[in-house]
């Protein structure tokens, strides 16, 4: 499916002296089978923008579209499966007394068959490498197989549109790139990945397309390549060094992966 | 960000009744609750209403606020006084049936009990309208402080409550958080029967209590680790001071109450 936010502007507590302006009109669109990643600082709205991805918030004017449809004339349940939403520290929803249970739950909630949500549960722990907890408590994990858990509890109900919102954060570098690599099996699984992220090298490595976010506007998008290259304060190692290399070797390309941008230093260095 | 505000909520603007010291402002509410129970006549309620509308202006809160913190006790409010008109028997009888009476007496009565209902609540939103929750809580313990000879732990009272009043906005924070996570996961709040809406409630209420307590310990670490061992020797940051104009505050309240007790 293809999501759409069009001139989207959000705003906490109006009307009162706690009122916040959170987003400033932002038009963003997540196209199908992508990687989206969001970035910006803290307070630039990222986490506001994508609670509007399936309505978690009402924008205060503006639009948000799916496959070219009102997304408030959906049923909102059948939206909230269609559009997968994890928050930031999803560990701290975990609710239930084992780990399949509360996998269990959303399949459950959209009224799945009990043989189809068992296969809904085995599938989705086993994408995020947790196969072996089910039967555990997810009170007694550890801090990486919570997160993992929380993520399998959303992905369970089988979204078209997949909302990561800071995944990796705290999490030890072997959990993060397996959670880079359910990334990029959603994505050759047809599923759309939308990443927010403060870890740029993340970025580098599996976005397709990238808004930077700034106090509440999208103040870039595009490829990763075309992002980091012009906005620098905000782009990782890998841009950074070439960038400083660019003016003195200007046949070193725009290089964003760790592989490509090994392969163009070698290149200069034999070349 | 939590969007609910109601009573016991601090409104923090700039205003002469914010700038009192937080001791004034409890004794003057004292008051004025003591004297709400005085009060016996429509007058003293009039001008007991007046004062505390006078009040809402002076502190710079706006009318629809404040109207809006009585909102949750209109349910008691009401009961009250339906219960008040139902079974009171003094007074002219003004409609019958069945065993169902109105009299007059009870229609009387129970009007006064909603204005006095009100104007507790009023005065008790008032204050806690105009003051920190934290200058709140360092009030209580200065007058509460007396009774330390008596051994009674004042401080540790106060902490508490202040502990309490800073987490209200956390808990309802995380609250809010946990239950737009179960909500990305399919959970309905506002549909269905009683039953099922309190079952729905489950997997907000668990995490929620975890994070509670987790909370909890994290502090109890944090302040152990700060030096905090209790009121012993304790100094403060924020020195109450009691001014001339908290003094004169006090004077006019009882004034306020001696006009609506003679009124």
Not at chain 2, 80 to 86: A, E, G, M, S
């Amino acid at each position: 499916m293809r999501l759409e936010l069009r001139d989207v502007h959000h705003v906490y507590s109006p009307g009162t002296p706690f009122e916040v302006v959170a987003l400033r009109g932002v038009t963003l669109s997540v196209e199908p089978g992508e990687v989206l990643s969001i970035v910006g600082g803290t307070g630039s709205g990222k986490s506001t923008l994508v609670q509007h991805m399936n309505l978690l918030l009402v924008p205060a004017s503006g639009q948000v579209l799916v496959d070219g449809e009102d997304a408030r004339t959906l049923k909102k349940s059948e939206l909230r499966r269609r559009v997968g939403l994890v928050f930031q520290f999803p560990e701290a929803a975990l609710f239930a007394p084992t780990v399949q249970e509360d996998v269990a739950f959303a399949p459950h909630r959209i009224g799945l068959g009990d043989e189809e949500v068992r296969t809904r549960v085995r599938q989705s722990l086993a994408a995020v490498g947790a196969g072996h907890l089910a039967e555990r408590s997810p009170f007694a994990l550890s801090g990486g197989e919570k997160r993992r858990v929380a993520i399998a509890g959303v992905l369970a109900m089988g979204p078209e549109v997949l909302v990561l919102d800071e995944p990796t954060a705290g999490l030890d570098p072997a959990t993060r790139q397996d959670l880079l690599g359910l990334v990029r099996g959603l994505r050759e699984a047809g599923i759309s990945v939308v990443f927010v992220t403060h870890d740029l090298d993340e970025v580098a490595e599996v976005a397709d397309r990238v808004c930077l976010m700034e106090g509440g506007v999208a103040r870039a998008v595009g490829t990763p390549a075309e992002v980091f290259y012009a906005n620098l304060e905000n782009a990782p190692a890998t841009v950074q060094i070439v960038a400083g290399l660019k003016a003195a070797y200007p046949g070193v390309g725009e290089p964003v992966r760790f592989e490509e941008t090994t392969a163009a230093l070698r290149e200069l260095l034999e070349g | 960000m939590a969007a609910s505000r109601g009573i016991g909520q601090f409104y923090p603007v700039a205003s002469p009744l914010h700038a009192l010291d937080p001791r004034a402002k409890i004794l003057a509410t004292a008051i004025l609750v003591v004297g709400v129970f005085l009060i016996d006549s429509m007058a003293g309620f009039l001008v007991i209403s007046g004062a505390i509308a006078a009040l809402v202006v002076v502190g710079h809160i706006p009318t629809r606020t404040f109207l809006r913190l009585l909102r949750p006790v209109l349910f008691i409010v009401a009961l009250t006084v339906f219960f008040q008109v139902l079974f009171s028997r003094e007074g002219a009888t003004l409609f019958e049936w069945g065993f169902v009476e109105v009299h007059s007496g009870g229609l009387r009565l129970g009007f006064l009990l909603a204005l006095r209902i009100l104007l507790l609540v009023s005065a008790a939103g008032l204050l806690t309208a105009t003051t920190a929750p934290v200058a709140l809580a360092d009030g209580i313990e200065d007058l509460l402080s007396p009774l330390k000879k008596a051994r009674f732990p004042a401080h540790e009272v106060a902490m508490m409550m202040t502990i309490a009043l800073r987490f209200i906005p956390t808990l309802g924070e995380e609250a809010e958080k946990i239950q737009k996570a179960q909500a990305a996961r399919g959970a309905n709040f506002s549909e269905g029967g009683l039953v099922h809406r309190v079952r729905a409630l489950v997997p907000v209420l668990v995490p929620l209590t975890i994070g509670a307590f987790r909370r909890a310990d994290e502090l109890a670490e944090a302040m152990e680790s700060r030096g905090y061992r209790g009121g012993e020797g304790r100094t403060r940051y924020r020195e109450l001071r009691f001014r001339y104009r908290d003094a004169l505050a006090l004077i006019v309240t009882v004034m306020i109450l001696a006009a609506g007790v003679l009124a």
